[in-house]
């Protein structure tokens, strides 16, 4: 079983997670066009590369950021979302 | 026969074991394997193969192949090989006609020719013969019976921590745990055999000088305050971040290791000729173990194949133990052993170069060897077979190569090459944590396998920061332990790579050349490796052939994929424990003193009705609907989804995750809540409540109550919004008082005024009823005056208590689930879940009253933009059968047919005792959704069923009741 450093809670198995998608910018609803929009709601970009991705500990309900290597299915970090304008850019 | 006394032997003389195999008695020590005491009392006749029902006797002695397996009571596929002996076992042999002996299924063997590879794919091309094949297959397939009378057996499970977990107690691993432990590290060292040592403790070349070392080594571990060693514990695979369960007898231990040392060291190969599958036909390490763990005598008169000094050390071994070896024959036409082939040529025995074995001569009855047949072979492969000899024996030995036992390497993700010096895959370039050494790692010399040991055991520790990494040392190997062309074609064929699937060297000759030329193509096509044995000793001789005869490398060719498990587990060991958690309310023990029938919603048990004696389940149900209608009726929402939140931004928070406006709320009133996904979907719907500027209390769906407080609190970290949520859904309460006559039951335990001005339809109050704290908020869900009371989980009972007493004197029941769902559906109400799916949007729910597209934003908005532009493909509807109608009823998702197309279907359908006919919601083609229009339903029979179409709600359209308090209303 895999093993998820918890920003707040510390390094738990896999089975106290829940995954929340991978984070993904919303476009502006007043401008963007239909089409934009649902490339937006319903495409997914499943090929492997370092995607950040929302993770929630389920117990404690604490969302937060994983950077993750889906290639090799390595976390390479994670942190609040609060820091994603210090610690995020990839995205 | 038993051998006199061995140092190091793992039978206890003192302890006699009787047993049974096919019906007759006999003797071991215990200590011995079923396989190891058989041997000794000279039965060489152990199982029959899987296809052919060929005789089959000892090969690896280790668990890398099936050829015994047997059937131990209820017990199945029991490996004898490797199976303890237990006194009184009643053993028989698999896949037998009529015991092993007479075995009926014999004749299989003379039809070998009629079976080619890839035989079921050839065969099975005509549909009509199917059933025949299936019927003929059936009956000769499957190992074992299945008694199924068997105990369910529960086996515990087990957690465990180590820093380093090395997996292979042999020479290079009892080292690599003692340099890892003295660097710091606990470590946790496994071994599958029932006693640590590995080949050195039997692999002696006739001395004792191995087996001293070993031992040593062995007590300084044992000693090692640091470590601990478990033997009889197969590591059976690796999981993600060195997480690696452990399996023996009695359970399974899930070990998270903090880095991990493979030292599993290597599979023998056999060599490949004709008849190497009769028994008497061994692999080298077989005849040692039998030897040096069991003092048993492999045979009497043996002749030796080999390719390596391995083969040489174990002619030492047969000869020092009163066995003739009646040659040595070495498919190397020169080697780097000098002083060992000095010692097999001291002890009488002749060495034969550049030879090989053609074949093995069967004894009269085909049950054991009679003689070897050998021939030059040159170094291309080639055997010439014009010119044999025949050397008498009853035991062949085989010592032509190895194969590394990379399961766990490969599942960690290790990238292995072919290292062409040693002739065997080893690790290239290992996952971070994972260390590899030993012969698993291409290291075969004594010396250099300790030296291996202490460089991975170091740098595992290191890995974890327990000293410092081991200098990299490059280990060459004087000689290859493996050669490169075992293989020697014979024109009757019955030379066997894979013992399990009984596969013969044309199998993969035929398969290549039809074709199936990649390995995971040649695997799937010739099943090669798809036995219990899992290729422990073919893929290796497979993918030899299959590089020869495509012209590549073993290297080019590559391995197929190595999975769970490394041996088979006993499901019983997997199973867990039927763990499925179940939520009860706070007022569940009230409901079973009503009598409550439970079903499960979600999590919960909630009360589908409440079961009176001498009536049936629908009377029940009609008889608390009725109770509602007519008087009062109390049911338990405590599963309902609770959700508390405040702060500045809680407004802009509910505007955004809803489509009604809350802005206008005001302070003291609720208003009903539907949420949508981006896609403009319904997911759940609720209540929200205004208790003040900046604080909102409100409910979500049962089912919902979870995964919406997990997304909503994911959209408040997304956004950044000033407000908090909190999730009361356990510390809360509820229940819904609900009946003309509610507001009497109600009225003698609180001091809130409940007159409509005061308290109006929709509003909600903080008030105390019976002394406790609550929230009461005037509802309408099942179409009556009603009270949703909610109060801190721990005072639920006192409530219901006192509403109960309170209530009897106007007649209060109690109402479960299926009463509720009838009230909601006289008033037309929806269930998320049941009247929409996972594409309903509210535009087709005929929610566009509470659609509020004017607001700056809420989640899905942008979607039904769009959505709105289209038009509608279909519209929930309300629906009536004829007041008269007594034929079958339709059910929900019955389908509603117009021209014989599908035009909609019903989701919800009951029986009104208010309009007393069947009432029902369904999705209908806009264009039929017209009031009283016809619409035609297909039963599950394809009969028709004729419906109308009528507006909602069918009871109380004007909604007089719920709105107004009882008092009131008959005023």
């Known amino acids: 079983m895999k093993i998820l450093t918890c920003p707040i809670n510390g390094a738990r198995p896999i089975s106290e997670f829940t995954y929340g998608g991978e984070y993904r910018a919303m476009p502006d609803p007043q401008t963007a066009s239909d089409v934009v929009w649902a490339d937006y709601v319903f495409n997914r970009n499943g090929a492997p590369s370092v995607k950040l991705e929302w993770w929630c500990h389920t117990p404690s309900t604490t969302w937060f950021i994983a950077e993750r290597d889906t290639a090799r299915d390595v976390v390479i970090r994670s942190f609040l979302f609060d820091e994603m304008n210090t610690q995020g850019g990839a995205a | ?971």
């Open chain 2, 1 to 971: 026969m038993r051998l006199t006394a061995i140092p190091g032997e793992w039978i206890d003389r003192s302890t006699e074991v009787e047993f049974q195999f096919e019906g007759n008695t006999y003797r071991g020590y215990r200590g011995d394997t079923i396989s190891s005491a058989l041997w000794c009392a000279e039965v060489r006749l152990l199982g029959r193969s899987f296809k052919y029902h060929r005789p089959r006797g000892i090969l690896s002695l280790a668990n890398h192949d099936i050829n015994a397996l047997m059937q131990a009571g209820q017990r199945l596929n029991v490996r004898a090989d490797v199976e303890p002996l237990a006194a009184q076992q009643q053993l028989t042999s698999v896949n037998t006609f009529g015991g092993l002996q007479a075995d009926s299924g014999r004749w299989l063997n003379h039809l070998a020719k009629f079976l080619p590879v890839g035989f079921y794919y050839k065969a099975f091309h005509t549909k009509a013969l199917f059933p025949l094949w299936e019927r003929l297959f059936r009956r000769l397939t499957g190992l074992g019976k299945l008694d199924f009378d068997t105990p369910h057996l529960r086996t515990p499970k087990d957690y465990d921590f180590c820093d380093v977990l090395v997996i292979g107690a042999g020479a290079s691993g009892l080292n690599a745990a003692l340099a890892a432990a003295d660097a710091g590290a606990e470590v946790v060292i496994v071994d599958e055999n029932a006693r640590a040592g590995g080949s050195a403790a039997y692999q002696r070349g006739g001395k004792a000088d191995s087996y001293t070392q070993i031992n040593a080594l062995l007590n300084s571990v044992v000693k090692h305050p640091r470590i601990r060693l478990f033997t009889s514990t197969v590591a059976a695979a690796y999981y993600a971040d060195h997480w690696i369960p452990l399996v023996d007898e009695q359970k399974m231990t899930k070990m998270r290791a903090g880095s991990v040392i493979v030292a599993t060291g290597v599979f023998e190969q056999p060599a490949v000729f004709h008849n190497n599958d009769l028994p008497g036909v061994m692999l080298a390490s077989a005849a040692q173990r039998l030897i040096y763990r069991y003092a048993v005598q492999p045979m009497q008169s043996a002749v030796v194949l080999t390719a390596n000094a391995d083969g040489y050390r174990a002619a030492l071994d047969l000869a020092a133990q009163g066995v003739n070896v009646a040659a040595l024959i070495d498919m190397r036409s020169d080697h780097q052993q000098v002083e060992l082939a000095a010692a097999v040529q001291a002890c009488g025995i002749n060495i034969f170069h550049a030879h090989c074995i053609l074949e093995a001569e069967a004894t009269a009855d085909g049950n054991g060897v009679a003689a070897a047949i050998i021939c030059p072979f040159d170094a291309d492969g080639n055997a010439d077979a014009a010119s044999t000899m025949r050397i008498p024996c009853d035991g062949i030995v085989m010592s032509v190569g190895w194969a590394p036992t990379a399961n766990l390497l490969y599942q960690a993700g290790t990238r292995m090459r072919f290292a062409d010096d040693v002739q065997q895959f080893v690790p290239e370039n290992l996952p971070e944590g994972v260390f590899a050494c030993g012969r698993v790692n291409g290291v075969y010399d004594t010396v250099h396998k300790l030296m291996d040991g202490a460089r991975a055991g170091r740098d595992a520790a290191a890995y974890l920061g327990y000293g410092s990494a081991g200098n990299a040392v490059t280990i060459v190997e004087t000689e290859s332990p493996s050669h490169a062309w075992p293989v020697v074609a014979h024109p009757k064929g019955k030379n066997f790579i894979d013992f399990d699937e009984d596969l013969q060297l044309k199998d993969f000759e035929n398969a290549v050349q039809e074709g199936f030329d990649n390995i995971e193509l040649l695997k799937r096509y010739t099943t090669v490796g798809m036995g219990p044995s899992q290729g422990k000793h073919s893929n290796m001789n497979a993918l030899r052939i299959l590089a020869r005869l495509t012209g590549k490398s073993p290297g080019q060719v590559g391995t197929t994929t190595a999975r769970p498990f490394f041996h088979p587990v006993p499901l019983s060991h997997l199973a867990g424990r039927g763990f499925s958690p179940e939520r009860l309310t706070p007022l569940h023990h009230q409901h079973v003193q009503l009598g409550a029938v439970f079903m499960p919603a979600g999590v919960w048990q909630r009360p589908e009705y409440y079961a009176q004696a001498g009536l049936t389940r629908t009377e029940c149900i009609r008889g608390e609907v009725a109770c509602v209608r007519n008087q009062v009726g109390i049911i338990d929402v405590g599963t309902l989804g609770k959700i508390e939140i405040y702060g500045p931004d809680a407004v802009e928070f509910l505007e955004r995750v809803y489509i009604s406006r809350y802005a206008n709320l005001k302070v003291g009133m609720t208003r009903y809540a539907i949420m949508c996904d981006e896609s403009g979907v319904i997911i759940d719907d609720g209540v929200v409540a205004r208790l003040g500027e900046q604080h909102f209390y409100f409910t979500t769906t049962t089912s919902g109550a979870a995964p919406i407080y997990r997304e909503l609190t994911r959209l408040n970290t997304l956004w950044q919004l000033d407000c908090g949520l909190v999730n009361l859904t356990g510390a809360m309460a509820a229940v819904n008082l609900a009946g003309p006559k509610a507001a009497e039951v109600l009225a003698p335990l609180t001091e809130l005024d409940l007159s409509l001005a005061e308290f109006p339809y929709m509003g909600i109050r903080e008030a105390s009823v019976a002394g406790i704290p609550a929230r009461l908020m005037r509802v309408g869900f099942v179409g009556e005056l009603g009270y949703e009371i909610h109060v801190p989980a721990a005072y639920a009972d006192a409530l219901w208590q006192a509403l109960w007493q309170s209530g009897q004197p106007q007649g209060l029941r109690a109402f479960g689930v299926e009463a509720q769902r009838l009230l909601r559906l006289e008033k037309g109400h929806i269930i998320i879940g049941q009247d929409t799916d996972g594409l309903t949007t509210p535009l087709q729910a005929n929610l566009n009253w509470a659609l509020k597209m004017d607001k700056a934003f809420f989640i899905g908005q942008r979607s039904l933009q769009i959505v709105a532009q289209q038009a509608l493909q279909q519209k929930l509807t309300g629906f009536v059968l004829d007041a008269g109608y007594n034929g079958t009823v339709p059910q929900e998702c019955h389908l509603i047919i117009e021209q014989g197309d599908i035009a909609g279907r019903i989701t919800s359908i009951a029986w009104s005792p208010s309009l007393q006919r069947h009432i029902g919601l369904a999705f209908v083609r806009p264009d039929l959704a017209v009031e009283n229009g016809a619409i035609a339903i297909r039963l599950s029979d394809g009969s028709m069923v004729e419906a109308r179409i009528h507006p909602t709600p069918f009871y109380d359209p004007k909604n007089i009741r719920q709105q107004h308090p009882a008092q009131e209303l008959a005023a």
